[in-house]
């Protein structure tokens, strides 16, 4: 989109009264405020909500959308807690639980390897016995496969029980990991900050401050991470609200958040009863809202996974800039009843940012460009690693260059 056309776009919004001085704001690069953002929530205008997002989105990306070309590992699903709204838990008694060995693990990440993936999405249960050495000799096997395979792995609770487990500080634990070759951690376990919400859908899992505080010692010890909100359940829009605030605040301190991604509440095959489950309205409001909210945050990840590929896409016009990656082999929303499929084809992911009329960009697990496609089916290279030659390299699209092509 031109610069002419975000301006027809603040224009549009300028013209309605409910959000013209939100406009203003926006258009002037002014913070808003909590109050601003409820307003945002409440607001039925979802047209010109969409149109001050975009132009919030293109400020900072231009007209670019990006995936990565990823695989999701769960190396087991038997938990300690019991987490209301969790459909992938199982205890030791369970016949459908599940543990990887390391071997196992390898033998997944060398198929997705040959299939030209960048990034390993780890994450599993509070399993109840594994050694401390599992999770940092998986780490290292999985690294050892390929130096520039990029691990993002753990939620702020599997941190806290790893720690725990091993009787050492988050800090200690951080940096073996990292040792070992952890690049990034996941945001996910974030679900909804307010402690009222949390008691009630999580039971026993880790407090506000604690999910807080093992991102702000990732960051302090160089790390990134992502970060996520649960929402669509029992939560109020206060609440979305302020866990936001939290989220900006810890951005505002560390700038270790690469991207923030909201996920739209799954209702089935668990033990937390929702009468409506969140609208496609809710979704692209809330992608919008978090963009105009999270003014720190560079991107904002439209999860195709629990919004469907075609939901996510017209996110690319609610001020989300990413469409999350191909995945291969995905089991916690689907367990929880997502009827998304289980992978994406890249060839699929860039013909959905084209057809939302944005440039598409394959990025890596720190929302870096690899490639940058055009219209004509060929890619723009640009390496990203630190003191790399910029320079752009061209190179003809072949089936191989598209996972699943």
């Known amino acids: 989109m031109t610069n002419c056309g975000s301006l027809t776009l603040v224009s549009f919004a ?31 205008d979802l047209n010109a909500l969409g149109a001050l997002a975009s132009l919030a989105n293109e400020r900072r990306n231009g007209r670019h959308a990006s995936y990565i070309l990823n695989r999701y590992l769960n190396y087991s699903n038997y938990c300690i807690l019991s987490c209301q709204f969790c459909a992938f838990s199982r205890k030791k008694r369970d016949r459908d639980g599940f543990e990887l060995t390391a071997e196992e693990m390898v033998a997944k990440a060398r198929e997705a390897l040959a299939l030209g993936i960048t990034e390993l999405h780890i994450v599993g249960g509070l399993h109840p016995t594994l050694p401390f050495s599992y999770y940092t000799g998986f780490i290292r096997a999985l690294k050892a496969l390929d130096s520039r395979l990029q691990l993002k792995c753990f939620t702020a609770i599997e941190i806290l029980h790893l720690a725990w487990l091993a009787k050492k500080p988050v800090r200690e634990v951080l940096l073996e990991f990292k040792d070992a070759g952890l690049a990034a951690l996941t945001g996910g376990g974030a679900e909804v900050f307010a ?88 979704m692209l409001r809330t992608m919008a809202v978090a963009r105009l909210y999270l003014d720190n945050f560079d991107h904002i990840t439209a999860y195709w996974v629990g919004m469907g590929l075609k939901m996510a896409q017209v996110a690319l016009s609610y001020g989300a800039d990413d469409l999350h990656g191909t995945i291969i082999e995905e089991h916690i929303f689907h367990m929880a009843g997502a009827q998304s499929p289980q992978l994406q084809h890249e060839k699929d992911l860039i013909k959905a940012i084209r057809e939302a009329g944005r440039i598409p960009v394959q990025r890596n697990t720190f929302y870096e460009r690899i490639k940058v496609w055009d219209e004509t089916s060929t890619a723009q290279v640009i390496r990203t690693e630190a003191g790399g030659d910029a320079s752009p390299v061209r190179f003809q699209e072949t089936e191989s260059a598209t996972t699943g092509g």
């Open 195 to 282: 402690p009222k919400v949390r008691q009630q859908i999580a039971t026993g899992k880790e407090s506000a401050a604690e999910y807080l505080e093992v991102h702000r010692t990732w960051h302090q010890l160089g790390g990134r991470s992502t970060c996520t909100m649960l929402f669509g359940h029992v939560e109020s829009l206060e609440d979305r609200v302020d866990h936001l605030r939290q989220l900006r605040g810890l951005q505002d301190e560390t700038h270790g958040f690469s991207g923030f991604i909201p996920l739209p509440y799954q209702p089935d095959n668990n033990r937390l009863p929702v009468k409506h489950s969140p609208t496609g309205q809710d």
């Open 14 to 44: 300028l013209r309605h009264s409910e959000l013209k001085d939100l406009a203003a704001k926006v258009e002037a690069g002014v913070r808003l405020s909590e109050a601003d953002a409820l307003r945002l929530f409440q607001s039925t």
